[in-house]
């Protein structure tokens, strides 16, 4: 879903809307928020009970009506993308408001292992126009129908990027493993 104020290609968007099916859901938040505090991105009503990034994790804390762990802490980074686990069974979104990360570098893990990132952009976009293959040869991410399929891809010449995965989508994370020696 789209907020009705976005435009395509538009690279600042004031608000957006980020679907959650039941369980865990590869999501992203590629917003510069002014408060990217779980319980501002995530809410305090228990619904979304668990988010776990690359190396973090936190949970919420019925008992204490807080969230715990080293995200609770840190907040959601716009670049970085996350597990978020969600109890409802439907129609449950995530609503962020904030500026565009514009065209971001990311840092990624070196060698052979893969990295969690968020697509940063507000707009569907081909795969195959979004990843430079000289950097990132796999990329595995979920479905947004249905988010508990998976989609995968991986670039192999001379055929170009091959696989389920064709295009990326706005407050999606992803795993990326970068081409082994690039730079």
């Known amino acids: 879903p789209w907020p009705a104020d976005m435009e395509w290609g538009q690279l600042q968007v004031d ?6 099916g039941w369980g865990a859901n590869l999501r992203s938040f590629p917003l510069n928020m002014e408060d990217n505090s779980l319980n501002t991105v995530l809410g305090t009503s228990g619904d979304i009970y668990e988010i776990v990034g690359e190396g973090e994790a936190a949970v919420y804390n019925p008992n204490m009506q807080q969230w715990v762990g080293s995200l609770a802490t840190d907040g959601v980074n716009p670049l970085s993308g996350y597990w978020v686990k969600n109890s409802i069974e439907e129609g449950n979104t995530i609503n962020i408001s904030g500026t565009s990360s514009g065209n971001p570098t990311y840092q990624l893990n070196d060698g052979a292992i ?5 697509y940063p952009f507000q707009h569907t976009q081909l795969l195959s126009e979004s990843i430079d293959s000289t950097q990132i040869d796999q990329i595995i991410g979920t479905g947004v129908e249905y988010p508990w399929q998976g989609a995968a891809a991986q670039y192999v010449e001379p055929y170009g990027w091959i696989g389920s995965l064709e295009y990326l989508y706005p407050g999606t994370g992803y795993w990326v493993r970068p081409v082994i020696g690039a730079s």
């Open 15 to 20: 608000n957006m809307e980020i679907p959650l």
């Open 114 to 118: 893969w990295t969690l990132i968020s």
